[in-house]
């Protein structure tokens, strides 16, 4: 493999102790109850995608929004890389790889919820739910990473830890792997299953 692309949460990051929390105390604020199911699947799409799923009406989306971002950024010191993934990451691109990250996160929660965390400066290239026509799990964003790249579907690998993560990879003819460490659903899929970001470097053997 040459290029290796990465989703961010529940694959980079720990951030679902921190967001999801902070999703289900601002839906309630607001008068939603949706349930545990919806807050945990919502969190794997796209900030508008998943609100829809939880019952927001559309007149009161941005505002919904912000006040989730909002929340969550308050409590950013407490979201955590795992284990493995600096490490993995200074590797891989020691060998001279790739590596993109293709995210649900728009371009501003990016900015404001991922770049502080001091991992955006590994990857050659991001590409936000927001930078293409169709986000995940059509294949669009890999594809924009391709071609930012310079890479090829057929020398090329994604880790993800969602559904939508196993199939945009497939959809974009590139090989998946499953980030264990922090899928909740372990039962998927994939050409590579994962325990530990380490294992990653198997994957050039």
């Avoid at 679902?16 to 008068?31: E, K």
């Avoid at 006040?67 to 979201?79: F, G, K, P, T």
Wanted: hydrophobic fraction near 40%; glycine fraction near 8%; charged fraction near 15%.
């Amino acid at each position: 493999m040459s290029c290796f692309i990465f989703d961010i949460d529940g694959t980079l990051i720990d951030s679902a102790p921190v967001y999801l929390p902070a999703l289900q105390q601002v839906l309630h604020d607001y008068g939603y109850t949706p349930t545990p199911e919806q807050i945990q699947t919502a969190f794997g799409m796209t900030g508008w995608e998943g609100l829809a799923l939880c019952g927001v009406q559309p007149e009161q989306f941005e505002q919904v929004m912000t006040s989730w971002e909002q929340e969550a950024y308050r409590h950013l010191d407490r979201v955590l890389i795992y284990d493995g993934i600096t490490d993995t990451l200074h590797a891989l691109r020691q060998a001279g790889h790739k590596l993109g990250i293709v995210t649900s996160r728009n371009r501003s929660q990016y900015q404001n919820g991922f770049v502080p965390l001091g991992l955006s400066g590994l990857f050659d290239t991001a590409v936000c739910c927001d930078d293409v026509a169709a986000p995940k799990p059509a294949p669009d964003s890999i594809f924009a990473v391709l071609e930012r790249v310079g890479g090829s579907a057929s020398d090329a690998v994604f880790l993800g830890d969602s559904p939508y993560d196993m199939q945009c990879a497939h959809a974009a003819g590139v090989k998946s792997a499953l980030a264990l460490w922090g899928s909740h659903n372990p039962q998927l899929q994939a050409d590579y299953r994962l325990t530990h970001p380490r294992e990653l470097l198997d994957v050039l053997q």
